[in-house]
């Protein structure tokens, strides 16, 4: 079992930044990374970014790259979405994922 806890998110307006925290407690899967997706309203969730469990590879939706950087810091378990330049169409509930396991979802909005 692996227990996914997002937060961070929140209000900001266009142009802001926010970082997202996600934070694993219990088993880990060798062999899957750890995502990040978001879902808008009125649309399908979508993949964002993801990381290795190393943390050496990395890769991004394009609508969010040169913007959004994931991260992650192995001791503390937990896996970051540092997003800048947040524009309107980044509003979206983001959930972290690892393996077949999802968190809850922390909202984003972003105003204009």
């Known amino acids: 079992q692996v227990q996914l806890v997002e937060s961070g998110g929140g209000l900001v307006q266009t142009g802001g930044s926010l970082r997202l925290s996600c934070a694993a407690s219990?088993?880990?899967?060798?062999?899957?990374?750890m995502r990040w997706f978001r879902e808008a309203p009125g649309k399908e969730r979508a993949f964002v970014a993801r990381?290795?469990?190393?943390?050496?590879?990395?890769s991004y939706a394009g609508s969010v790259k040169g913007r959004f950087t994931i991260s992650r810091d192995n001791a503390k378990n937990t896996v970051y979405l540092q997003m800048n330049d947040l524009k309107p169409e980044d509003t979206a509930v983001y959930y972290c994922?690892?393996?077949?396991?999802w968190g809850q979802g922390t909202q984003v909005t972003v105003s204009s």
């Open positions: 219990g088993r880990t899967y060798s062999g899957y990374d």
């Open positions: 994922n690892h393996n077949n396991y």
């Open positions: 990381i290795s469990l190393s943390g050496d590879t990395t």
